[in-house]
């Protein structure tokens, strides 16, 4: 236990380690350029929503294990320093490193030899090699460990990962791997190289998993087939396995979408195209533009409204970075349509501005943003579809009779098959379920 746990970046995966080695009986110290982020964690809040994250921070808050700052220099005491900030996508689709390099020069300073840092940001092939030449010379060693968590789950992950990745300096990796002895999950070591490469092929490898059921359920929709039963079936290999076959209006998140684009990068930068892959981030645009003119096709009056049910990318998480549900919402309103939306962990339109960019956001005549609504009965008359977007249980177990009264000729588009077909049909309502034949012929 005599290490001291730093961590540069407390957000979703940052606030997860710090949290995660915090209550494995660390002393942890947290560095954060968000002032807001920082003050949470002195008052023993992440500011995420996330399932047993502030149980543990709170914890450790009142242990005295935790410590945060806007400063680098909380970090003096650390002897392994785990680097989380932000890997974003650049324009032309490369990882921007630009964090990484900033996280750096604020903790050179504070470094001192034999020191490890640990490079748990999403990092392209050779950023490693990079970052061990550059702190090399002051005798501070580097181990890659890429994180594997999901959002919605980050302390589950943290404390019960399906593997430790390590890759890097052999003497440093000990100590790292160490640090996660007490979690029994395997532990993998292998080169640097191998374990960047490896993070992007895992998320990259169930990207196109979910392009390919997403594109399946299109062509069983047309062809006389059920999705669900076809997945079923799938299902029951083991080789293929029953995850990541649920389709819907496409994937997105803060990392499937970057990471792929990253792989495809480093992949070309090589002369190594990666042509699966780019067919699979090809096939997910058009699967989102495919549930909006799904949409838009059965609006028949000029002024007729459309709900969007769930914004954020996915259940369980209040994260709005690359939703569909953005994409499908800023589709249908360039095409001049009142767009409506709820989402459980949405209270305002003004949380979208910075993930919906309009061009005139005063001018009614250019694309606007969702007016939110309080709860999901709180539709407008004129609403003539109503589109699950995000699979909340909340809609699992809507009331639709309370619906059909407000709007009685809305059809309900389920893009996450998770309504129960029967109740919504007895409340007169028409249904349309993504990949079901019978809904569509
Ligand atoms: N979100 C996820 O589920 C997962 C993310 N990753 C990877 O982990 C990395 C971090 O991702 P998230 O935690 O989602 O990011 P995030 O955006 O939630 O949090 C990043 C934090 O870093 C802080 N920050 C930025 N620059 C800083 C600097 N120079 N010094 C100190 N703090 C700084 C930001 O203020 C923010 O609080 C990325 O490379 C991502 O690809 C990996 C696995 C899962
Ligand atoms: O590197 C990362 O950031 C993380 O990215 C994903 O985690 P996350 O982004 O939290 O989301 P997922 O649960 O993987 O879902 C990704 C997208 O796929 C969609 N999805 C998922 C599963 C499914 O069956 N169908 C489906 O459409 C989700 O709605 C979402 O849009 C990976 O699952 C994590 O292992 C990884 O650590």
Redesign the pocket.
């Given at each position: 236990m005599s290490e001291v746990i730093g961590v540069?970046?407390?957000?979703?995966?940052?606030a997860a380690t710090a949290a995660g080695f915090a209550h494995l009986g660390y002393s942890v110290a947290v560095?954060?350029?968000?002032a807001a982020?920082v003050d949470g964690i002195l008052c023993g809040r992440s500011g995420l929503t996330e399932p047993g994250l502030d149980d543990l921070i709170e914890a450790a808050h009142e242990n005295s294990t935790i410590t945060a700052s806007t400063s680098y220099s909380v970090l003096t005491d650390a002897t392994i320093v785990f680097v989380?900030?932000?890997?974003p996508m650049r324009s032309d689709g490369a990882a921007d490193l630009t964090?990484i390099d900033?996280?750096l020069s604020?903790v050179e300073p504070y470094l001192e030899p034999d020191d490890v840092v640990v490079l748990?940001?999403?990092?392209p092939v050779g950023t490693g090699d990079a970052v061990a030449e550059r702190l090399g010379s002051a005798g501070v060693h580097v181990v890659n460990n890429?994180?594997?968590?999901?959002?919605g789950h980050?302390v589950e992950d943290f404390l019960a990962p399906d593997r430790v990745v390590v890759g890097g300096d052999p003497a440093a990796i000990k100590r790292v791997t160490a640090l996660y002895r007490s979690l029994h999950s395997p532990i993998v070591e292998v080169d640097r190289a191998s374990a960047e490469l490896a993070k992007y092929a895992c998320n990259s490898f169930l990207a196109l998993k979910l392009s390919f059921v997403d594109e399946l359920a299109t062509l069983a929709e047309r062809v006389g087939a059920d999705i669900t039963e076809v997945t079923d079936v799938m299902a029951h290999d083991d080789r293929i396995g029953s995850h990541f076959l649920s389709p819907g209006p496409g994937w997105g998140g803060?990392?499937f979408p970057?990471?792929t684009r990253a792989l495809i990068s480093t992949a070309t930068s090589v002369e190594r195209p990666m042509r699966t892959l780019a067919a699979a981030v090809d096939a997910n645009e058009a699967q989102t533009q495919r549930i909006a003119a799904l949409i838009a096709d059965r609006l028949d009056e000029p002024d007729a409204a459309v709900t969007l049910l769930g914004l954020t990318f996915k259940a369980g998480t209040a994260d709005l970075r690359e939703s569909p549900a953005l994409d499908i919402a800023l589709t249908l309103s360039k095409q001049g349509v009142r767009v409506f939306a709820h989402d459980p962990t949405i209270t305002s339109a003004e949380s979208l501005v910075a993930r919906m960019p309009l061009e005139n956001p005063a001018d009614p005549s250019q694309p606007t943003l969702p007016v939110i609504l309080a709860d999901p009965y709180a539709l407008d008359v004129d609403t003539r579809v109503i589109a699950i977007v995000t699979e909340w249980n909340d809609y699992r177990s809507l009331q639709w009779s309370l619906v059909a009264a407000r709007c009685p000729h809305a059809v309900v588009i389920d893009t996450r098959g998770i309504v129960d077909a029967a109740l919504v049909r007895s409340a007169g309502l028409q249904l349309y379920r993504i990949g079901i034949a019978e809904d569509w012929l």
């Open positions: 540069i970046g407390a957000g979703y995966v940052g560095v954060d350029t968000d982020k989380c900030v932000p890997t964090f900033t996280a604020g748990k940001s999403t990092v890429p994180e594997f968590l999901r959002e980050t803060s990392c970057k990471d």
